[in-house]
């Protein structure tokens, strides 16, 4: 079911990270928001809207805390959407783990261009951080790599294999 207007649209699929985060100061470390603040960043400061960006919010968690059934929504959405470029946010601990399960789950041949990233600082509330450029570092690859599965990371683009993971 293509749609002409989603051409060059990108799937923004959302499972938390610290690049959706606030520090806690009363826990000492970064806590998920209860919504993505992505769009609302994406939008103001890239001019990035709805138009050309279709939010889908799987879940907002500590990457340590992802479950299999979390990354089958991710390919849920991603194989239901009408985009065929796509974006997910996620937590540094376990994001090339997660893109690796994804790329087991889906079929070999699945056409989609799919690009991880996260941040080791939160997006908001935190400045200078590397979350915004690593953002504007997946659109870019989700706008121009070849079918398969990144990840956007430092400036970086990886395959899934190439690291274990970013701590």
């Known amino acids: 079911m293509s749609n002409l207007n989603n051409a060059h649209k990108i799937q923004l699929v959302v499972t938390g990270g610290t690049i959706d985060s606030f520090y806690d100061t009363d826990k000492c470390t970064t806590v998920c928001h209860d919504e993505t603040a992505v769009p609302d960043f994406l ?10 960006c279709e939010l889908f919010e799987v879940c907002m968690k500590d990457s340590r805390e992802i479950t299999d059934e979390d990354i089958q929504a991710v390919s849920n959405a991603i194989i239901n959407s009408n985009c065929s470029r796509h974006i997910v946010t996620h937590g540094t601990f376990t994001l090339f783990d997660s893109a690796r399960k994804l790329m087991a789950m889906l079929p070999e041949e699945h056409g989609q261009t ?4 996260g941040a080791m600082w939160p997006l908001v509330g935190f400045s200078p951080n590397d979350a915004g450029f690593n953002l504007g570092s997946a659109f870019v690859a989700a706008r121009l790599a070849a079918p398969g599965i990144y990840i956007a990371f430092n400036g970086k683009l990886y395959l899934p294999a190439d690291l274990e993971g970013l701590h």
């Open 114 to 117: 799919i690009v991880f990233t």
């Open 43 to 52: 939008a103001k400061f890239a001019g990035i809207t709805e138009e050309e």
